[in-house]
């Protein structure tokens, strides 16, 4: 098992009390619910290149906003309205990991996906969901080399 930042790993073991598919995947309709896109203040349709996830079927884009203390606050796009799974990592990823050193951040794996959402999901989604967090990876590496 990963060693997760504490704040994931509480999420995580959330998801762990809730033994029934139906209800982990209610849990995570619910945090899709709460999703909040990117402010206009830091981007604006169309949104850049450089900040889509390759290979997400949701189309999603993820910035990494500079805070005032040497972190970051994760921001997200998602176009596809579809895109409830993209859109409820999106959610745990900023509530999760903004506010924490890059160096923290790296060291999230991207198979942390599967202990989200379980071993179920197609090629396709699974590609995309960790490319959300590798891209989050490398956007955090750029924003603080810059």
């Known amino acids: 098992m990963a060693d997760y930042p504490e704040k994931l790993q509480d999420l995580l073991d959330t998801l762990a009390l809730l033994p029934d598919r139906g209800?982990?995947?209610?849990?995570l309709i619910d945090l899709a619910e709460r999703f909040e896109e990117v402010p206009e203040s830091l981007a604006r349709r169309p949104f850049p290149e450089e900040h889509r996830v390759p290979g997400c079927e949701s189309e999603a884009f993820v910035w990494a906003e500079p805070q005032d203390d040497g972190t970051f606050r994760y921001r997200?796009?998602?176009?596809n309205p579809q895109g409830i799974s993209a859109k409820s990592l999106a959610v745990i990823l900023d509530q999760t990991l903004s506010g924490l050193p890059p160096d923290e951040i790296a060291r999230v794996p991207s198979d942390l996906i599967y202990d989200v959402f379980g071993n179920e999901l197609s090629m396709g989604k699974s590609m995309g969901l960790m490319g959300m967090i590798c891209k989050?990876?490398?956007e955090t590496k750029k924003a603080a080399a810059s």
């Not at 209800?23 to 849990?27: K, L, V």
């Not at 997200?76 to 176009?79: D, G, H, L, Q």
């Open 76 to 79: 997200f796009a998602v176009e």
């Open 23 to 27: 209800d982990r995947i209610q849990m």
């Open 136 to 138: 989050l990876q490398s």
